[in-house]
């Protein structure tokens, strides 16, 4: 017999090349309390094969997620061979691409479009499909007592049943509840420098509001060699400001920090509480926010800390470079800020009562409760023909098309006109508007691929050479989107 605290798992099986999106499926499926198995399980030196058909066994339900990669994985099928055959399938779109016949069902949860949103209707559908399955009382075949041993250490925080984390949770009335991610995002954001600096974007986060300004903490090694580093809010994810790093210990220091200041913030923008002290209690669960991926994707992590040191928490695994500068939560309030080793890796965080110090020292005012000024809210002045301004969604510069009268159509003399242009006639616009005075740049669609989750397309190339490497160049138009996808921006 299995061990009962596996008994219920929902095994996970899915192709290599679409890891980083399921890891944001698997992470949501957590955090709603399902306890999961992927191979991401397996630890070095166990036979792979051998833990893949154990866990496959005890499993209770299969989610098998079909993509253009898995539909040609003959692993992928073996799985869903075995789910289907022993009633536990249920499988999942990934993209657009068409699942094999024999392996549909009534019921096909499409992730296609799902942003991560834990509300969203389709992964509400697929917590449906989840909860439909009853967990069974005995499961044969499972690993062996040492294996159960191994396996409870490694994963003890994704199995415990959810009826004592229910109990656990009202027992300790709050403690454990994490912040919502909309509260979570009205106090981070993605901090970035010049691109010719070379760095990768990290993650900053709000630790005081002053009427109309932020000051958020942040590494040090982010805003290296930057004065005025770009900041984006979450809670405005498609504006962009301008922040004066106030303050910078060394960039060659790991745990070094730095005082970020940004004016005129939305009112939406709100502060992070930051402990007075982390005391940190090895085995708790917490959470980490951030940004992954080039397309820099907002998530909000489960963590286990796996022990403290000092001035650091070290969590149950890393995450990558964009968290960097994140805050590590508990309950409401930061505990730590993640950082990165000198041997790479970003699986360690500074604690709290050492960043607390810092800012003191700067003289920010923590601690100072809920925001409540509003901003002044002045009537904007009635724009005049050839008035230009920011785009505050875009970040492109827009001139004013004022209300007139033009043809359209034919004009007098075109001898190529086609006879849907037929005859020229007049055409007033009653109501002027605002318009780009550009193509839709790099930087204008990576705020958009930032707001909404989605992916930049393919980096141009002719003949093998890249016209814009890593979509580095900004003012560049961007090229590659889809019909599809122009639409939707």
């Known amino acids: 017999m299995s061990d009962p605290a596996q008994a219920g798992e929902i095994f996970i099986s899915y192709s290599s090349k679409d890891r980083e999106r399921v890891r944001i499926l698997v992470d949501a499926l957590v955090r709603q309390g399902v306890t999961v198995w992927w191979d991401q399980h397996i630890v070095a030196g166990q036979n792979w094969e051998n833990e893949i058909e154990k866990a ?51 019921q096909t949860p499409d992730l296609s479009s799902w942003d991560g949103a834990e509300d969203h209707p389709v992964f509400h559908e697929l917590l449906a499909a989840v909860a439909g399955r009853p967990v069974p009382e005995r499961v044969r075949g499972g690993p062996d007592k040492a294996s159960r041993r191994a396996s409870r250490i490694s994963r003890a925080w994704l199995v415990l049943p959810a009826l004592l984390i229910g109990v656990i949770a009202a027992g300790l009335a709050g403690l454990m509840l994490r912040r919502t991610p909309s509260e979570v995002q009205a106090g981070v954001a993605r901090v970035s420098v ?33 004065s005025s580093p770009r900041v984006e809010f979450r809670a405005a994810p498609l504006r962009e400001f301008r922040a004066t790093v106030r303050a910078r210990e060394p960039g060659d220091n790991p745990r070094g920090l730095a005082l970020l200041e940004v004016q005129n913030v939305p009112h939406e923008v709100q ?15 917490l959470s980490v926010a951030g940004f992954s991926g080039p397309s820099s994707r907002f998530l909000i992590l489960d963590m286990i800390l796996a022990g403290d040191e000092g001035q650091d928490l070290t969590l149950s695994r890393e995450t990558e470079a964009g968290f960097s500068g994140g805050p590590v939560l508990r309950g409401d309030s930061a505990i730590g800020i993640i950082y990165g080793r000198e041997a790479g890796g970003y699986g360690t965080a500074l604690i709290s009562d050492v960043v607390r110090a810092y800012l003191r020292g700067l003289k920010v005012p923590l601690d100072g409760g809920p925001r409540t000024t509003q901003p002044s809210a002045q009537p904007p002045a009635a724009p005049q023909p050839g008035d230009t301004r920011v785009n505050p969604v875009s970040g492109l510069k827009d001139v004013w098309i004022p209300p007139g009268t033009f043809t359209m159509g034919c004009s007098e003399g075109d001898t190529e006109c086609r006879e849907s242009e037929k005859p ?19 930087g204008a669609y ?44």
């Not at 005391?279 to 669960?285: A, D, H, I, K, M």
């Not at 020229?424 to 740049?441: A, D, L, R, Y």
């Not at 930032?450 to 141009?460: H, R």
């Open 194 to 226: 010049d691109p010719k600096l070379g760095r990768q974007p990290g993650t900053a986060f709000v630790v005081a509001v002053s009427g109309q300004t932020a000051f958020l903490v942040t590494c040090a090694h982010v805003v290296v060699e930057e």
């Open 271 to 285: 502060a992070l509480p930051l402990a007075a002290s982390a005391n940190p209690v090895q085995g708790e669960r």
């Open 424 to 442: 020229g006639h007049p055409v007033t616009i009653t109501k002027g508007f605002w318009m780009s005075q550009t193509e839709v740049t790099v």
């Open 56 to 106: 496959l066994h005890r499993s209770r339900a299969v989610i098998v997620l079909w993509s253009q990669h898995s539909v040609a994985s003959d692993e992928v099928k073996e799985e869903a061979n075995y789910a289907r055959s022993q009633g536990k399938l249920i499988p999942v779109r990934l993209d657009g691409t068409l699942i094999p016949f024999r392996y549909l069902r009534t």
């Open 446 to 489: 990576k705020r958009y691929v930032i707001a909404t989750g989605k992916s930049m397309p393919p980096e141009p190339a002719f003949l093998g050479t890249a016209f814009n490497p890593g979509w580095e160049d900004m003012a560049q138009p961007i090229l590659n989107v889809s019909f599809q996808e122009a639409a939707a921006y």
